[in-house]
């Protein structure tokens, strides 16, 4: 098991920026994908970014692409996800996910998910 702990969400101006964080806990060892996912009101629960935990390697939706950056540092078991020029359209609620599976994309294929952390950008 593999329990997910999320920090860094709160509001803004467009414009802004914040860093999101996801802290791993429990049987860590066999993550091989963190992935960050976001939810708005009335929305399906879609991607937004992933990255490999071994090697690092990251795909990121094309539309934050540019302007958040997946990262993550092993030896804190923390995954972050860093957003800059936030637009009124990123509002949501924003989770962290973990796979033991190298190929996880879909949010049907982690079965790890943190508590949620909601983002709200202000024009």
């Known amino acids: 098991q593999v329990q997910l702990v999320e920090s860094g969400g709160g509001s803004v101006q467009a414009g802004g920026s914040l860093r999101l964080s996801c802290t791993a806990s429990?049987?860590?060892?066999?993550?091989?994908?963190m992935a960050w996912f976001r939810q708005a009101p009335g929305k399906d629960r879609e991607f937004v970014a992933r990255i490999r935990w071994s090697g690092g390697s990251t795909n990121v939706v094309d539309s934050v692409k540019g302007r958040f950056t997946v990262s993550r540092d092993n030896a804190k078991r923390t995954g972050y996800l860093q957003m800059n020029s936030l637009k009124p359209e990123d509002t949501a609620v924003y989770y962290c996910?973990?796979?033991?599976?190298?190929?996880?994309?879909?949010?049907?294929?982690?079965?790890?998910w943190g508590q949620g952390t909601q983002v709200t950008v202000s024009s």
């Open positions: 996910a973990a796979s033991y599976s190298a190929a996880a994309w879909s949010r049907y294929e982690y079965p790890y």
């Open positions: 429990g049987r860590t060892f066999s993550i091989e994908t």
